[in-house]
C-alpha cells in the first residue's frame, strides 16, 4: 500500500515562474492538505481539500497560490510568478475522513527559487 | 489565537541517556495533540495521538503523556537511530481538521 505520493522531490524555477507540486493521497484517503515549512521554522497549514471542494484555505497567502483536487488525479498546489521568499519545503498529508486520527505526510517537494 | 511551544530546541543526550521534551499549548477547544518524528530531508512520520488530559501512549523507547496544558515526550534508554527532529502538533476547535505545528526539538544521540 503505498504511502503519500508527491512529486517532484526537488524543483528549481527561476523568478516568475510558475511551480505546480503534485500530491496523490494514500489509497482510500479522500482528505487532503497542504503544508509548507519554510527554512528554519515549523510547518504552516496551508490549504485543506476533499475531492473537488477546498474545505479551509485560511493558510494560503492571497496572491499567486491556489490549489485543486480534482475528481480524477491528484492535488496540485499551483504558486504562479514564483518570487525567492517562495523556497521552502511543501508537504502534502492525507486522512481517511473526519474525525480522530492523525495524517500520513508525504516526503515533500522542494522548491528552490532562483 | 492556538500556539504551540516545543523545548528546548535542541537537545545532545549520550547513548542511554534518557529525558523528555516538552510541548506546550494554548487552545481552544482541544481535539488531539500529534507526536511526529521528521528525519532530514523528509516528510513527518506520525508517533502517536494523545485526546485527553492523563492519556498516556509508549511505542519502543518512547512515551508520550498529556495534561491539560502539556505534553511530554520521554525517551528511555535513547540510540543513535533515535536522532532526529521531534515535533507536536494540536488540532483544535470544532470541526478544524487543520493541525498547528510547534518549532520541534532537534534530538541528537551520541554513541
Known amino acids: 500500500n503505498a504511502g503519500v505520493m508527491q512529486n517532484p522531490r526537488h524543483l528549481v524555477r527561476r523568478r516568475g515562474q510558475e511551480a505546480r507540486l503534485r500530491c496523490s493521497p494514500m489509497?482510500?484517503?479522500?482528505?487532503v492538505y497542504w503544508y509548507r515549512q519554510l527554512p528554519e521554522e515549523g510547518l504552516k497549514f496551508m490549504v485543506y481539500l476533499q475531492k473537488e471542494n477546498i474545505i479551509d484555505e485560511s493558510g494560503m497567502p492571497k496572491e499567486r497560490f491556489s490549489a485543486e483536487f480534482p475528481k480524477e488525479g491528484p492535488s496540485i498546489l499551483r504558486i504562479q510568478q514564483v518570487v525567492r521568499g517562495d523556497s521552502a519545503a511543501y508537504f502534502c498529508a492525507s486522512s481517511p475522513g473526519t474525525g480522530r486520527g492523525g495524517y500520513t505526510f508525504g516526503s515533500g517537494t522542494r522548491l528552490t527559487v532562483v | 489565537e492556538d500556539q504551540v511551544t516545543q523545548s528546548p530546541e535542541a537537545l545532545r543526550l549520550q547513548e542511554g541517556e534518557s529525558s523528555s521534551l516538552n510541548c506546550s499549548y494554548t487552545?481552544?477547544?482541544?481535539?488531539?495533540l500529534f507526536w511526529y518524528r521528521q528525519d532530514p530531508g523528509k516528510g513527518p512520520e506520525f508517533l502517536f495521538t494523545l485526546y485527553s488530559a492523563g492519556e498516556e501512549k509508549e511505542k519502543e523507547r518512547l512515551k508520550a503523556t498529556l495534561t491539560k496544558k502539556e505534553s511530554f515526550l520521554h525517551i528511555t534508554a535513547p540510540k543513535p537511530e533515535d536522532s532526529a527532529t521531534y515535533l507536536c502538533?494540536?488540532?483544535?476547535?470544532?470541526?478544524?481538521?487543520?493541525?498547528?505545528f510547534g518549532q520541534g526539538t532537534r534530538l541528537t544521540i551520541n554513541p
Open positions: 502538533a494540536v488540532q483544535a476547535g470544532r470541526g478544524a481538521q487543520k493541525l498547528v
Open positions: 487552545v481552544s477547544g482541544l481535539r488531539g
Open positions: 489509497k482510500g484517503h479522500s482528505h
